[in-house]
């Protein structure tokens, strides 16, 4: 029998990730999966990074987040100034710069896109949002049968596991293999009021006899007042939207919000500093 804890969507929210990471060694975890946007918009990037490091996942993928950093290096980001989202991804990523130092900034932007191991005689894919793209809003929970078929037309694996929508899933393709979403660690959210609510969320995936005997979804009760409280110590840029989400599970990075946050604070101003300075 082998027991996999499968992560996803962290978000620098390492009071949420110590949570997760006690109860699967409680649980006696054997192995693990790293689904991407393990940084970025939460105040402990370095945290995060390090304590996932230590227990050496078997995949390890990048999320969309990341992949601004790669951006940023590849100096691909132009023509930003009145996208509202870019400006925000300047200006955060430049925070998890100086927390996570050149090397660690540069060995997340460079995360395969997608994975394909074997657990347990079992074949799986791991990707944050689908097998092609970190991005996008393909597989959202209520999207179309066709696109779960697609996750896994191209592959021979029986299971698909991704992140990115920060909420639960379990399904099938239409020929029968399993597509699933182990929730959100750092950032849970839901559209219905107190669903999500300063709850971290992931997985624990049971193997034996060449089977997939369980999907247990946890959801697991964490402290939002001491992650408010390091990300006020830590000056976190966009800290009333980050602080809001934990507290209720509401969406809060919405563009008009975004664009409020952008405005009160000068971040345009800054992200224009940011990527004229090349600090990346």
């Known amino acids: 029998m082998v027991k996999v804890a499968v992560i996803a969507d962290v978000h620098g929210n390492y009071t949420a990730l110590q949570t997760v990471l006690a109860d699967a060694k409680k649980q006696q975890v054997d192995e693990y999966l790293v689904l991407g946007d393990i940084t970025n918009r939460g105040p402990a990037p370095r945290e995060c990074v390090a304590a996932l490091q230590a227990v050496k996942p078997l995949a390890w993928v990048i999320g969309n987040h990341e992949q601004v950093y790669q951006s940023l290096l590849n100096h691909s980001f132009v023509n930003f100034q009145n996208n509202d989202k870019a400006i925000m991804a300047v200006v955060t990523s430049a925070f998890d710069r100086q927390q996570l130092g050149s090397q660690t900034f540069r060995w997340l932007a460079e995360r395969p896109l997608c994975q394909t191991i074997k657990i347990g005689g079992m074949k799986l894919q791991v990707f944050h949002a689908t097998p092609q793209s970190c991005r996008g809003h393909l ?142």
Do not use: M
């Open 139 to 280: 597989t959202v929970p209520t999207a179309p049968q066709a696109n779960f078929d697609a996750l896994l037309a191209n592959s021979t694996a029986q299971i698909a596991l991704y992140g990115h929508t920060h909420q639960k899933l379990l399904r099938q393709t239409t020929d029968g293999r399993y597509i699933i979403n182990p929730g959100s660690v750092g950032q849970s959210v839901s559209s219905q009021a107190n669903l999500a609510a300063a709850q971290a969320a992931y997985a624990i995936l049971t193997f034996e006899n060449k089977q997939l005997k369980d999907c247990n979804f946890k959801n697991l009760d964490y402290d939002p007042a001491a992650e408010t409280s390091l990300a006020e110590k830590r000056q976190l840029p966009f800290q009333r939207l980050y602080t809001f989400l934990l507290a209720t599970g509401t969406f809060t990075f919405t563009s008009a919000n975004v664009h409020k946050e952008n405005q009160a604070h000068d971040y345009p101003q800054l992200a224009e500093q940011l990527i004229e300075k090349d600090l990346w």
